[in-house]
């Protein structure tokens, strides 16, 4: 299986800060990767596919990037809804997995 | 808008097997493209993908659970379900069903606890 190691696992930023979330895949796995947000309590939500593109709905502050082996997950402009934790996902092949998550906390 | 909504006990016996349903509302499982996922998430901790199956029946499980997973579709009823045979207490978790798509997992349900105890 592929493995999928997010970094930091954990990080504090103020409302208005630039937050940058990595992910590293094990094995090449071209653009097949999502990004998911979780709130405490709630399923995921898909934020990013394709390592860059924008799920309809979400806000033009969230942006990716990468591609092989290396991604990240920018968020411009932190929001107060954005406090959460977020993973990564590779779907280039099964079983699926997920990066260990990072939990965007208030500073 | 598609929803989807699992259901099935709270709470599991040790050595028993674990069942859930995911009814799907909104689309229809028998359109074709998607697979029907489960997904779990032990007590504070990150994301496992359990399997999915193919409208048609085809399946596909995670190596570190396939000798004790069994995914199933009931199209008639827009349902499909999650059999994890002699569970532990490291088989209590949140359990998610999803629908995956050649994008990633689009649509969740909202998730169900379920506590492995006696």
């Known amino acids: 299986a592929i493995r999928m190691t997010q970094s930091p696992s954990s990080l504090s930023a103020s409302t208005g800060d630039r937050v940058t979330i990595t992910c590293r895949a094990s094995?090449?796995?071209?653009?097949?990767l999502a990004w998911y947000q979780q709130k405490p309590g709630k399923a995921p939500k898909l934020l990013i596919y394709?390592?860059?593109t924008l799920q309809s709905g979400v806000p033009s502050r969230f942006s990716g990037s990468g591609s092989g082996t290396d991604f990240t997950l920018t968020i411009s402009c932190l929001q107060s809804e954005d406090f959460a934790t977020y993973y990564c996902?590779?779907?280039?092949?099964?079983?699926?997995?997920f990066g260990g998550g990072t939990k965007v906390e208030i500073k | 808008q598609v929803q989807l909504q699992e259901s099935g006990p709270g709470l599991v016996k040790p050595s028993q097997t674990l069942s859930l349903t995911c009814t799907v509302s909104?689309?229809?499982?028998?359109?074709?493209?998607?697979?029907w996922s489960w997904i779990r998430q032990h007590p504070g901790k990150g994301l496992e993908w359990i399997g999915y199956i193919y409208y048609s029946g085809s399946t596909y499980y995670n190596p570190s659970l396939k000798s004790r997973v069994t995914i199933s579709v009931d199209t008639s009823k827009n349902q499909f379900s999650l059999k994890l045979s002699s569970v532990t207490a490291a088989d209590t978790a949140v359990y998610y069903c999803?629908?995956?798509?050649?994008?990633?997992?689009?649509?969740w349900g909202q998730g169900t606890l379920v506590t492995v105890s006696s």
């Open positions: 909104g689309g229809s499982i028998s359109s074709g493209g998607y697979y």
């Open positions: 094995q090449g796995i071209s653009s097949y």
């Open positions: 394709a390592a860059s």
């Open positions: 999803a629908r995956d798509h050649s994008y990633g997992l689009s649509y």
């Open positions: 996902q590779q779907y280039y092949s099964y079983p699926r997995t």
